[in-house]
Every structure is written in C-alpha cells, then in structure tokens.
C-alpha cells in the first residue's frame, strides 16, 4: 500500500485530521478523542471516577474492567456510526483516545493532578498498564482501541508549558519520570505515545532523538506510532525558538520519530518543502506513514468488517446497567478517609437533627477533566444526601 502512495498523499497521512485517499479507497480518519474516565464525545457515555480516584482505588484488576467498559461504549458508538462513516468532527475519534496520563503527580499544586494515577512510577505504572490493555483488547489480530499513554516525558506542570526546560539526570528519569510510560509500552503493548510540549535538557520532546529513539524504539522495543501533543511542532519556533521555520521543525520532528502531528500546520505544506529542499528523506516519510498505517491496519479499517469481533458490539452496552454498577463501584473504591476522630463517622441517623451541606458545589457535580456527558443523571451530594436521610432530618 506505502509504494502506492505519492508522496503528497503519504504526508497527508501524517496528521490528526487525514482527508483520506479517494483513488485508494482509504478513509478519512481524525485521530485522536480523551478517553481518561469514560469516553468523552461525540455523545452521552458512562462518566467514571477521575483517574486519581481510580488510582485510590489500588485496585488494578477493576480498573482493567473500567477501561474494557470504556473501550465497549467506543466500539458501540463507533458502530452505531457506521464504522465512523458519520464522524462528524475533529477529536471525536472512537478508536484513538489520548489516554492514560502517566506524568508523575510530584506536586500537588499541579493543576492536571487529578487526571494522574499519583506520584509514584510503580502504581501509576501497574495501573497504566490494566487501562492500556482494557482499551486495545485481547484479540491476537485486532486492536479495540489504540491507547495513547501521554506526555512524554517530565511534563507536571502548566505554566510555560510550551517552552519550559527541566534539566534532569538520566539517574532521575530512568528511576521516577520514565518507568510507568516504560511498562505501558513493554507490559501493556501501548500501540502509541504522545509527547510533551517541554524540553529536557535543553532538547524539547517533540524532537528529542535521545527519547524518541534510544529510550521508546531501542531499549523499550517499541513499535507503534508517536504523536506530537496538539500544536506542539508549530512551538518549536513560536516558544521554544530551537528552529527558525516550520520547515526546520518538520525535518528534526520527523527524523527523531515523530510519526503524527497533533494539528495541520507542520506536517503539511512545510514538511513537503522540506522534502522538495533535499531537508527530508522519502525513506523518512515512509517510516512515519508505515506506522501509522499499520496501527489503521490493526483497527480493521482495511479489512471486511465482518471479520473483526469489535464491529459486533451493540450499542446497547453504552451506559448499560453493568456499567453503571462499576462506575458505582469504582467510586466505592475510590473513597479515601483520611481522619475519623472519636469515630464520628458513620452518621447515627437517630442522633442527628439537621445536616449543614456548605459550599458552592454542593448542588453541583463535577466531573472534572476531559469528562464525558453521562448517560444517567448524575445525583449532587446535597441530593445524595437528602435521599438517604429522607424526612426526618433537615437538611
């Protein structure tokens, strides 16, 4: 299929919003959805507990059935689409989801901690591994989803994002920031990885030779394809200012491994310049493109899909009562009491008046990062509240 391919068409595979190849028979395909507890859009799904509240849960084995739940209700939607032939829009993809986020939580002021599994590499790497293998699946020649465990590397913090550059020892990144994206990729078989907007030393991640190849392809084995975070190529200009052109950042990202770009600005008319200048290689193109071929490949999207069992989930599993019940049990789990002096809790119905439910949010249910519309109505702690303690007590 690549030696079919020209190569204005082999570069137009090598972004998140692909137009498809009419001649060909290849399908337009936008890459890339949020997936970290439940499936995001296009539509209603099952809303589970945020990541670190799966984390508190310490609890692998029901994590890997959340994550199978997730991969399920994108399977059905997908289905009910058509096999995506009705995906309306950019990042509303049901077989790419950017999840899960295996940054280290070092500090708690971070303010994407809770989409995190903590601060510790071993659990954050235990639990990464079940959710990356409920997303893909367990069938010897098909991928379920592909799972994108996200962002490589170092990346805790928000602000100067863009362009901020820890400098940090190979001791240090190989023992605290690197382990869990270490066991997604070996243990889980991640079939793909985003990278981080920052630098480590000195170098950004978009285009970091030393990570994208010597850690993720030779010492790690890994063999799927690697996304750039959205937008970040066009930074290493704007903010980063490691290169002067888009050109430039086409030739250095696609030459450290980078495979796809989050957006349509780099790898685009730029990264077909630098090919028309002698800046980039067709062999450098046809490996990026192959990647991403293949993981399309391992979707099904090239064959009969009668012959791939995820094409037979129903729709009817979206929200079903069995997930339910685990989002209700995860949230079970997730529950961490920290203090409980003079054994205060449980509540003694019998002893109590009136109940004081304080706080902005009280009626209100967040969800928190890249959550999904819930299939069911979700009940706020001021009505969980008054459901339980009925009429007796005020509240």
Known sequence: LLSKLTIEEKIS????????????????YYHGNEALHGVVRPGNFTVFPQAIGLAAMWNPQLLNEISTAISDEARARWNELEQGKKQLGQFSDLLTFWSPTVNMARDPRWGRTP????????????????????LQGDDP????????PKHFAANNEEHNRFECNPIISEKDLREYYLPAFEKCIIEGKAAS???AYNAINDVPCTLNNWLLKKVLRHDWGFDGYVVSDCGAPDFLVTHH????????AATL?????????????VYMEPLLNA????????????????????ARMRLGLFDDPNLNPYNKISPSVVGCEKHSQLALEAARQSIVLLKNEKKFLPLDLKKIKSIAVVGINA??????????????????????IKKRVGDQIEV
Do not use: W
Request: hydrophobic fraction near 35%; charged fraction near 25%; include cysteine.
């Open 13 to 28: 595979l090598l972004r998140a919003t692909s137009p498809g190849i009419p001649r060909l028979q290849i399908d337009k």
């Open 115 to 134: 989409e995190t599994y903590g601060e510790d590499p071993f659990l954050s790497g235990k639990l990464g591994v079940s959710f990356v293998k409920g």
């Open 141 to 148: 020649r098909y991928l379920k989803i592909v799972s994108t």
């Open 193 to 195: 990885i985003m990278t």
């Open 241 to 248: 200012k490691y290169v002067k052109t888009l050109e430039a």
């Open 253 to 265: 990202s696609i030459q450290a491994g980078l495979d796809l770009e989050c957006g349509d600005n």
């Open 275 to 294: 090919y028309k200048q002698y800046m980039v290689t067709e062999a450098e193109i046809d490996s990026a493109a192959y990647h991403i071929l293949r």
């Open 363 to 384: 009626g209100n249910c967040e969800f928190g990062d890249y959550s999904g519309t819930p299939v069911n109505q979700p009940v706020s702690i001021l009505e969980g």
